[in-house]
């Protein structure tokens, strides 16, 4: 039990250097976890969890434009892809999280250096991660609303408009299954933004509606766009 409570004690330090947005120092302390697990005895749920805020320390920091590293999305998919080998962790619970992570590393990647390929990546670990056996609605909503992003990035406006819908009117969620309405709204933005760009005004008027419907103190604000989009139909006709 003390053993545990010191290396519980390390992974909370290196979140809270992660707070402050101290990546390096939050680095060190995540890897003296990962390093050192086999000599000091570290628990397979502690060392997938300090994997974890390895990766995503350096995703973040590398978003921050903040150097810790000379390739930190190389090193976070490293890290990441610990986490889904089942060898080294059978049944982790971060793991569909993780593949997740992974997808968001690869399209980030793409974007920085205009890669197709790293866009096919990306979407495969997505795709993987919704699919994930255990993948709770949090993890598989995040991945999906990454997909339809990467498949938009791809040129793919029906398959990213499919996997955003999915999630929007909640076609993904098994049954007794909730999820936040952070993805809902997430997913919701990309399809109404889509659809203005397709000017597919009766579409978008729907997904307007539901939008209030979710989200009443917006209620004002997409009346605005109903009307706008009614006025421009009627132009059409």
Not at 70 to 99: Q, V
Not at 159 to 175: E, Q, T
Not at 185 to 202: K, N, P
Request: aromatic share 8%.
């Amino acid at each position: 039990p003390d053993s545990r409570l010191k290396h519980l004690a390390r992974l909370a330090a290196g979140r809270a250097a992660f707070e402050r947005q101290s990546y390096k120092d939050a680095t060190n302390y995540f890897n003296e976890l990962v390093t050192q697990a086999n000599s000091e005895r570290v628990p397979k749920d502690i060392q997938a969890s300090a994997l974890f805020a390895l990766g995503d320390t350096y995703l973040t920091a590398s978003q921050a434009g903040v150097p810790i590293a000379e390739d930190p999305f190389g090193d976070a998919i490293i890290a990441f892809s610990r986490i889904t080998n089942a060898t080294l962790f059978p049944s982790s619970p971060l793991a569909p999280a993780a593949m997740g992570a992974i997808g968001n590393c690869l399209l980030q990647r793409a974007g920085k250096n205009k890669d197709p390929k790293q866009l096919d990546l990306a979407a495969e670990a997505y795709q993987k991660a919704i699919h994930w056996p255990g993948a709770d609605a949090e993890t598989r909503s995040l991945a999906e609303v990454a997909l339809g992003v990467a498949r938009e990035k791809q040129g793919r406006p029906k398959d990213a408009l499919d996997h955003w819908s999915n999630v929007f009117y909640r076609k993904n969620l098994r049954p007794d299954e909730e999820e936040s309405l952070e993805k809902v709204r997430e997913a919701g933005d990309h399809l109404w933004r889509l659809r203005e760009e397709q000017q597919e005004w009766t579409q978008a008027i729907a997904i307007y509606e539901r939008m209030q419907q979710l989200f009443p103190p917006l209620r004002s604000a997409f009346q605005l766009k109903i009307n706008r989009a009614r006025q421009l139909l009627n132009e059409r006709r």
